[in-house]
């Protein structure tokens, strides 16, 4: 396949860096600013050079990416919320010229499902976005394997920082604020790590869950969401007397989603350590499913995206 991709951070790099190797042929790589595009095939290690030096990936300006001819748009850039622009009017702009669409970018599966879908159903393309939940953890996929109307939740952990975090506070006793510039001096944690403590960024992930097990419905306004800034330290040790930790945990089903602090046994499946995630699934007929992994990082979530273009069928030229 011929990529598209948009959106030159940490996935997107990754994407590029690592497309040869699952065979496909990178033609055109944007940030917000410039591009580099070539329907040949670009200089992935020059590009990235250029950029991780400070200077533009290429000669180009974005809006070529969408002149060249590919077959797949990644779309890469960072997450908004609301409107999801600017990703979602690149899928539009994607699917309505008949091209596969492959997202990490969380915004438009879980603020305007509905219309993508539906810009689906009118495209020769198709979209597919397992890296919007749980980085390199396969849960969209396991779902569609085992059919969505088969399955009645998911439930889980699904942000490694305020994991990280909480695991800290547990085994050092340690209070947050501590445990949260530690984090930040690790990398761990953003500068503004609002998103992820809040509990906004496990929510977005939840919310694309029951969009797929529900077919649509659901945005970000509908979660009831609660983050860990206010957990003190007593509260792990209190916990750990009683053999429980807390995790924030996160579930997803038809009827809506849930995110915020929960006991959960201390040696349990739930009780995933530092960054680790893991998810939950509940099956009519298989039981309970879990998958555990690094839910984060840009090679982790470009194997996420490059598992997804090796799914799509052949576009007819």
Not at 17 to 40: I, K, N, R
Not at 123 to 148: C, K, N, Q, Y
Not at 231 to 254: H, M, N
Request: negative net charge; hydrophobic residues 40%; proline residues 5%.
């Amino acid at each position: 396949m011929r990529l598209a991709i948009l959106g030159a951070g940490d996935v997107g790099r990754s994407v590029a860096d690592l497309a040869s190797e699952y065979g496909h042929d990178v033609v055109a790589l944007a940030d917000s600013s410039d591009a580099a595009v070539d329907p040949d095939g670009i200089d992935v290690d020059r590009a990235l050079e250029r950029k991780l030096g400070g200077d533009p990936l290429g000669p180009d300006d974005p809006e070529a990416v969408f002149e060249t001819a590919y077959d797949v748009l990644v779309e890469a850039t960072p997450t908004t919320l609301g409107d999801a622009e600017p990703g979602f009017t690149h899928v539009t702009r994607a699917l309505e010229s008949d091209h596969h669409v492959v997202l990490a970018n969380k915004g438009p599966v879980a603020e305007r499902y509905e219309e993508l879908r539906a810009l689906e159903a009118d495209s020769e393309g198709s979209i597919r976005f397992e890296a919007t939940v749980g980085g390199a953890i396969p849960v969209l996929s396991t779902i569609e394997d085992s059919t969505p109307q088969a399955v009645t939740a998911v439930r889980g952990v699904l942000n490694g920082t305020a994991n990280f975090i909480l695991t800290r506070m547990a085994a050092e006793g340690l209070d947050y604020e501590h445990v949260l510039a530690e984090a930040q001096d690790l990398g761990v944690a953003e500068a503004d790590p609002t998103f992820d403590v809040d509990g906004t960024d496990a929510a977005l992930k939840f919310v694309i869950l029951a969009n797929v097990l529900a077919d649509g419905g659901f945005s970000l306004e509908d979660a009831t969401v609660e983050g860990i800034q206010n957990i003190p330290g007593s509260a792990l040790e209190l916990a750990a007397e009683d053999g429980r930790t807390i995790r924030l945990i996160g579930e997803a089903s038809r009827e809506g989603i849930r995110v915020g602090p929960r006991l959960v046994p201390e040696n349990g499946a739930l009780a995933v350590t530092g960054t680790r995630n893991i998810v939950q699934i509940e099956t009519k007929h298989a039981g309970s499913l879990h998958n555990s992994g690094r839910g984060a990082g840009g090679p982790e979530t470009a194997t996420a995206v490059l598992s997804d273009v090796g799914r799509l069928p052949p576009l007819d030229e």
